[in-house]
């Protein structure tokens, strides 16, 4: 009899505690603050194969569409729920190159930029060195892309909200002050938690340099380089080693620092030197689509990006292989 009474008891409390649990997950969490981060593991050998008509065979997993080598995921998701999808090729435990697109929303042009690139190397493998990985995350900011606003849907600049010791909520956005630009706190927004949890806990675990290029638009006619910086006005020197390598190969003016009246805060190039990951911002020198050549240049930007990404994977990081322990 007591017995029973105990699996009664404990019935009850299912009963009681279960729909109060369940109502109390749903106000407190499991929307915008708890993105799906659970990360591939890349040590396990995503194999593709190949069928009795010598076609490859895409295997799928619950991190998506694959084939051998790359991986397709998502990292976290926006204000308004918009997943943020990225892809990782190769193995290489060496370096990484990280490369994002659309911080900005209405830079629309640096997500199809990305997007097109991402494509290269996850159809071909082989052009990923050994000793590399690459990741990309075409569009930071989905929702900015789809109402064309520069700012994320809670009206925030994502390139001030970093959590770095110089984050201000009444930040510089893009050249005046404007208030809660930065967010209401360093790293409130979904966005960017996202993006800096993968960068942390994924993308610095496997590999042992990590590199990122941010892309944003526009900077004409030129286009340009900028450094990522510990002091602002001071460029880390791999950064600006791998930023000057960049405008040589692009044309690009080489911009030491950000031209403002006022200081940049909270910016996703200085949380990456704070965090010892070597990173530039790239602008872009229009708006336009990267098939179309800008005025003053001799090529479409997209060519200009497949041939610096050759460069970067076979020159600027080759010398990590050769010496074995980095630049
Ligand atoms: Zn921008």
């Not at 050249?175 to 809660?180: D, H, L, P, T, Y």
Request: net charge neutral; glycine share 8%.
């Amino acid at each position: 009899m007591l017995f029973f009474n105990r699996i009664l008891r404990i019935k009850i409390k299912a009963i009681i505690v279960l729909p109060v649990s369940v109502f109390f997950i749903s106000i407190t969490g499991c929307t915008e603050n708890s993105p799906d981060t659970t990360f591939p593991d890349r040590n396990r050998v995503i194999a593709s194969t190949t069928d009795r008509t010598g076609r490859q065979e895409i295997k799928e997993n619950k991190f998506g569409k694959n084939v051998a080598g790359t991986r397709t995921y998502i990292i976290g998701k926006s204000v308004k729920g918009t997943p943020l999808v990225v892809t990782d090729a190769g193995n290489g435990k060496e370096i990484g190159l990280v490369i994002i697109g659309s911080l900005h929303g209405n830079e629309y042009n640096t997500k199809i930029l990305v997007a097109a690139l991402e494509s290269i190397y996850h159809k071909n493998q082989d052009f990923i060195p050994s000793h590399m990985s690459l990741f990309f995350l075409p569009a930071v900011n989905p929702d900015g892309v789809t109402y064309n606003t520069r700012r994320n849907a809670r009206n925030v600049d994502l390139n001030r909200n970093f959590p770095t010791e110089d984050w201000k909520s009444d930040a510089i956005s893009p050249n005046k002050q404007s208030v809660g630009s930065g967010g209401i706190s360093p790293g409130s927004e979904p966005e960017i938690r996202a993006l800096t949890k993968w960068l942390l806990e994924y993308v610095k675990q496997a590999v042992e340099h990590m590199y990122v290029i941010s892309f944003h638009s526009s900077y004409p006619p030129t286009g340009a380089v900028q450094p990522g910086y510990r002091i602002y006005g001071d460029p880390g020197p791999e950064s600006e080693e791998f930023a000057r390598f960049i405008s040589r190969e692009t044309g690009y003016k080489f911009l030491h620092t950000w031209i403002s009246s006022s200081r940049i805060t909270g910016e996703f190039i200085h949380w990456c030197e704070m965090n010892n990951i070597w990173s530039c911002d790239i602008e872009l020198p229009d708006y336009n689509s990267p098939s179309v050549i800008p005025h003053g240049k001799k090529e479409p930007t997209y060519a200009t990006f497949r041939k610096l990404l050759q460069e970067l994977l076979y020159d600027f990081f080759s010398l990590y292989s050769e010496e074995g322990n980095g630049r």
